[in-house]
């Protein structure tokens, strides 16, 4: 069965330092998200990407985050300088473009620590 | 701000029993998709409902969209220790593709055997 998988599972990383996440959206989905949960918080929307660029992003999702799809398999989440407030399991999910479009999955995401 | 509200926060049962997670908004969603997340994994998409009114079953997993698409059900019939789990609800506001999903806080169910 088609997943979404995400590298690496866990970073750990320096304050200040930029970080990039990486995920595999499931091939024939053009719909990809990323989404952060603080431990024991709610699962929180960050943005999402349609066709090369940003189609929607939160409040958290300032000018230290930005998102690529370098290629045509891997879409990535990148960090520019990282906060001790960053640490958080970030979620990967893609959706598709058909009759289940509100129906997205999600990847087992990456936790990052941030020191 | 869109909210959704899940309860009970947790739920401890004996194996055998019935029990119902509940997930309530003020607000319409357009459709609205149930969750199972194990410790240090990712959300697993359980299902999704979109029309008012709606029952889908899944084995003995029965979920239910309200009427006014403001609330949904989750009902697990003669529960086992492998539902054990966080259950959590999500919301899609827009009736379109790419729309981000609104959480709740999640239901944490733990079945004794």
């Keep these: 069965e088609p997943e979404v998988t995400q590298t690496p599972s866990h970073q750990v990383t320096q304050m200040g330092q930029e970080v990039i996440l990486r995920c595999v959206p499931i091939s024939n989905h053009l719909y990809f998200y990323w989404y952060r949960q603080i431990l024991g ?15 929607e992003k939160s409040e958290i999702f300032d000018d230290q985050f930005s998102v690529e ?16 407030e960053d640490s958080a399991m970030y979620f990967c999910a893609s959706s598709e473009n058909g009759p289940s479009y509100n129906e997205q999955f999600f990847g087992p995401g990456t936790r990052l620590t941030v020191l | 701000t869109q ?5 009970p926060q947790f739920l401890s ?7 119902t997670v509940y997930c309530n908004s003020s607000s319409v969603f357009s459709s609205l998709q149930w969750y199972r997340q194990e410790p240090g994994e990712g959300p697993v998409l359980l299902v999704t409902v979109v029309t008012g009114g709606e029952v889908k079953k899944l084995k ?17 019939t003669a529960a086992q220790p492998g539902d054990t789990g966080l259950y959590l609800c999500a919301g899609s506001m827009i ?13 944490r169910v733990l079945v004794k055997p």
């Design chain 1, 41 to 55: 918080q709610k699962v929180e929307f960050l943005v999402s990407f349609y066709n090369n660029e940003i189609s």
């Design chain 1, 69 to 84: 799809r370098p290629d045509g398999s891997n879409f990535t989440l990148k960090i520019r300088s990282t906060k001790l």
């Design chain 2, 3 to 7: 909210l959704l509200e899940q309860s």
């Design chain 2, 13 to 19: 049962i004996q194996e055998g029993e019935n029990l």
């Design chain 2, 60 to 76: 003995r997993l029965t979920f239910q969209f309200g009427d006014a698409r403001k609330d949904s059900s989750l009902h697990i």
């Design chain 2, 95 to 107: 009736k379109a593709a790419g729309n981000k999903l609104t959480f709740g806080g999640g239901t």
